[in-house]
T-cell receptor, first 114, second 113 residues
Framework: GAGVSQSPSNKVTEKGKDVELRCDPI?????LYWYRQSLGQGLEFLIY????????KSGLPSDRFSAERTGGSVSTLTIQRTQQEDSAVYLC????????????FGPGTRLTVT | GDSVTQMEGPVTLSEEAFLTINCTYT??????LFWYVQYPGEGLQLLLK?????DKGSNKGFEATYRKETTSFHLEKGSVQVSDSAVYFC????????????FGQGTRLTINP
């Protein structure tokens, strides 16, 4: 079946612009995670959605970052007023119920802020 | 907070050599432990996992044992192949809350024929 998909695969933006990154989880998966992979920080957790519960935003690095998940499916990660340190690969993962189940990762969106 | 420390790379081995990538963790309680692999040009995928002490995860000839007494989850393979060249990440997931993955820094493995 279809895996986790993310779009765009690559995004180049100018410093100060806003960007939106999209994630389509595996159908039927109620848990959705965003992670960031960068050279300096490795792989780090950003935000977690589980069903209709309030998201866990504890990993968001600043208030320029926000995310939503509509209808318990598609999620959008928005970065406002992008900075060069936001350059990274943004990974989305979904799992059947919660973290006790395997998390399936998408291919990522490579964001470059110039 | 929770953290994972893994052997820094890069690691270069010859085909059929024995592989060990060390991983230790710090966590409250008893986390689940994972090894993820990222092959060139591909996304992260789960290689193996263990959910309680003394459990052994295994897949594709790789093994790792959950050692509570040494807080370790070392990855081993008896005879590596060129196709094992990839970046390997050790990770943990707490049993409560978001159960998010906390990753080590990753170890780049290159196998030469």
């Amino acid at each position: 079946g279809a895996g986790v998909s993310q779009s765009p695969s690559n995004k180049v933006t100018e410093k100060g612009k806003d960007v939106e990154l999209r994630c389509d989880p595996i159908s039927g998966h109620t848990a959705l995670y965003w992670y960031r992979q960068s050279l300096g920080q490795g792989l780090e957790f950003l935000i977690y959605f589980q069903g209709n519960s309030a998201p866990d935003k504890s990993g968001l690095p600043s208030d320029r970052f926000s995310a939503e998940r509509t209808g318990g499916s598609v999620s959008t990660l928005t970065i406002q007023r992008t900075q060069q340190e936001d350059s990274a690969v943004y990974l989305c993962a979904s799992s059947f119920k919660d973290g006790a189940y395997e998390q399936y990762f998408g291919p990522g969106t490579r964001l470059t802020v110039t | 907070g929770d953290s994972v420390t893994q052997m820094e790379g890069p690691v270069t081995l010859s085909e059929e050599a024995f592989l060990t990538i060390n991983c230790t963790y710090t966590a409250t309680g008893y986390p689940s432990l994972f090894w993820y692999v990222q092959y060139p040009g591909e996304g992260l995928q789960l290689l193996l996992k263990a959910t309680k002490a003394d459990d052994k995860g295994s897949n594709k000839g790789f093994e790792a044992t959950y050692r509570k007494e040494t807080t370790s989850f070392h990855l081993e393979k008896g005879s590596v192949q060129v196709s094992d060249s990839a970046v390997y990440f050790c990770a943990l997931s707490a049993r409560r809350g978001a159960q998010k993955l906390v990753f080590g820094q990753g170890t780049r493995l290159t196998i030469n024929p």
